[in-house]
């Protein structure tokens, strides 16, 4: 079953850290265009940060020097390191897998991130 799996989300306070964890269950995983999107109350979903099959990664302004993405091909896994964590950042964090030949799209559940003193 093709599936993506997030975990790693929680409560941490203003300026702390997370790492999120995306365990991805599809075949040929080195080949996927691996995001971490997030959904905050009231707002649209967005894409935090993307990694390519050959490791090139890319971050929206507001998490740039702050988060980092990261892919293990071999545990078929892609991570979300977050720093410096603000209130703002609160929202449901979603894994994304795309394969870019034929442009399947898989989503995971999501996992929860509160970041509150």
């Known amino acids: 079953q093709v599936q993506l799996v997030e975990s790693g989300g929680g409560l941490v306070q203003p300026g702390g850290s997370l790492r999120l964890s995306c365990a991805a269950s599809?075949?040929?995983?080195?080949?996927?265009?691996m995001g971490w999107y997030r959904q905050a109350p009231g707002k649209q979903r967005e894409l935090v940060a993307s990694i390519t099959r050959g490791y090139g990664a890319n971050y929206v302004d507001f998490v740039k020097g702050r988060f980092t993405i990261s892919r293990d091909n071999a545990q078929n896994t892609v991570y979300l390191q977050m720093n410096a964590l603000k209130p703002e950042d609160t929202a449901v964090y979603y894994c994304?897998?795309?394969?870019?030949?034929?442009?399947?799209?898989?989503w995971g559940q999501g996992t929860q991130v509160t970041v509150s003193s």
């Open positions: 599809v075949r040929r995983f080195s080949t996927y265009t």
């Open positions: 994304n897998a795309r394969q870019p030949l034929t442009q399947l799209t898989i």
